[in-house]
């Protein structure tokens, strides 16, 4: 763990030596997680490593974690490597920007669209589509089958935030959205791991991911086009329509069309990313740890009575919303984030220097034995309040924390602990007979390698 500094004796950041592959970059190329897994067991919670001589500060103490997201947080913008890498897919979305005058801006047209009042308002959009998809498997599948449930639940996130953006049913666009996107992603976490050659230079790999964020592209301004031209004043109150009406409060105008374009994109992705590897990861935890399951299964039986979960049953399905918080917690889907220092700074008595980029991994945040006892243990227990109330804030960050906590947190839980409850009231997903243990892929979100695939049986 990291030392205890006297006040005024600020030191140098431990640093990976020469030895670890050129100051870091091979050994976290081959292995991003246990490289940095092992930089915190040698030089503690921060220490500073290089890719391809980009210097990176890793801190992962909630401690630290709190100074640059809250206490500090006007010295650290997003201009930082990983913004930077996925910026051409992002671009001027609240996701990514690093100008703070034009985030402010965004964030106050978008917030009042995203609070648990107006979340409530598409809940209806989660209940029938999850739904659906279970009609779905019991029209298509017998007892026994295997499911690609990476790909069912991919396909629901992106059934789920059509509807909500643009009161849409979408079919075969969506699953090219997917592959757009899915192309995207490998591309952007390989290069992240491995910066080099830089994606401007005119390489076959950089052809893939421009042809990929054109389509992504295409599928988006194909709504708003729609949208825009029907200037339909009786449509339904969709994201999109109240997006394109916002108004902002200090400068009386509205959002311009480009901006609006990047901010439906980075709902698009974002809805559809996290929440598909967030109840891919779910649902394979509860199909290794049965008893986990039944207790969820014996919560729906006693709040719903065989119906489907609606949103007025979320605060009588506490266990299932834990389910859902331990997932984050050991699999959180947008597993790391990034600042970037604007000023010198000190963090847990070290001196960080400006221009640092600083490094947040929650895959490792959220296994920090101080903090964590037994880490990899799936143990829903962590989240009763008492237990809450007794650790550090933010010694567990799934949205992030501050004023750029993730904007579509309570539309995420709430499609999360819908999907749950109402798939564990009518079915069961099942580990197949020798399935081998799902390993996390780090990309640029936390992927299960290869998807999860369970057998599919009625209750």
């Not at 391809?52 to 640059?68: A, E, K, S, W």
Request: a positive charge.
């Amino acid at each position: 763990m990291a030392k205890t500094m006297l006040p005024g004796r600020a030191t140098e950041v431990p640093t990976v030596g020469r030895a670890d592959g050129i100051g870091g970059t091979l050994a976290f190329r081959r292995d991003q997680l246990g490289f940095l897994a092992r930089g915190v067991r040698r030089h503690g919670d921060i220490f500073r490593f290089r890719l391809l001589g980009i210097p990176m500060i890793l801190v992962n103490h909630p401690d630290h974690i709190r100074h640059v997201l809250v206490d500090n947080a006007m010295n650290y913008d997003k201009d930082a490597m990983l913004f930077r890498v996925v910026r051409p897919v992002l671009r001027t979305g609240l996701i990514a920007i690093a100008d703070w005058d034009h985030w402010r801006r965004q964030r106050r047209l978008m917030a009042p669209h995203f609070t648990p009042r107006a979340v409530a308002g598409f809940a209806r959009n989660m209940t029938d589509e999850i739904g659906a998809m279970l009609g779905r498997w019991e029209r298509d599948h017998r007892p026994g089958d295997v499911l690609d449930i990476t790909d069912e639940v991919g396909q629901l996130a992106l059934r789920i935030v059509n509807r909500s953006l643009f009161s849409a049913r979408v079919g075969d666009t969506a699953q090219g959205f997917e592959r757009a996107f899915g192309e995207a992603n490998d591309i952007l976490g390989a290069f992240f791991r491995f910066p080099f050659p830089p994606l401007s230079v005119p390489t076959p790999r950089r052809r893939r991911l421009r042809r990929a964020i054109a389509s992504m592209d295409d599928f988006v301004s194909g709504f708003i086009t729609e949208r825009l031209r029907r200037a339909d004043a009786d449509a339904e109150p969709d994201l999109l329509t109240l997006l394109l009406h916002s108004v902002d409060a200090e400068d009386g105008a509205g959002m311009a069309l480009e901006n609006l374009h990047h901010e439906v994109l980075n709902i698009c992705i974002g809805a559809y990313e996290t929440t598909t590897n967030a109840l891919s990861w779910a649902f394979y935890l509860l199909a290794r740890h049965p008893e986990v399951a039944r207790r969820v299964r014996d919560e729906g039986d006693a709040v719903l009575g065989g119906r489907p979960a609606d949103l007025a049953d979320l605060p009588r399905l506490p266990y299932t919303r834990m389910v859902v918080d331990e997932t984050l917690r050991i699999y959180s889907p947008a597993y790391m984030s990034m600042r970037h220092a604007r000023a010198q700074d000190e963090i847990g008595g070290h001196r960080v220097p400006a221009g640092s980029n600083l490094l947040i991994n929650s895959y490792l945040l959220h296994r920090h034995p101080d903090f964590w006892p037994d880490p990899d243990r799936f143990d829903p227990g962590r989240f009763t309040p008492d237990r809450v109330a007794a650790r550090p804030k933010h010694a567990y960050v799934p949205f992030g924390s501050g004023a750029r906590v993730c904007i579509g947190k309570h539309f995420a839980l709430t499609e999360l602990v819908l999907a749950l409850a109402t798939v564990n009231q009518r079915h069961r997903l099942v580990l197949p007979p020798g399935a081998p243990e799902v390993e996390p892929e780090p990309l640029i979100t936390l992927h299960p390698r290869g998807g999860i695939h369970l057998a599919w049986e009625p209750r």
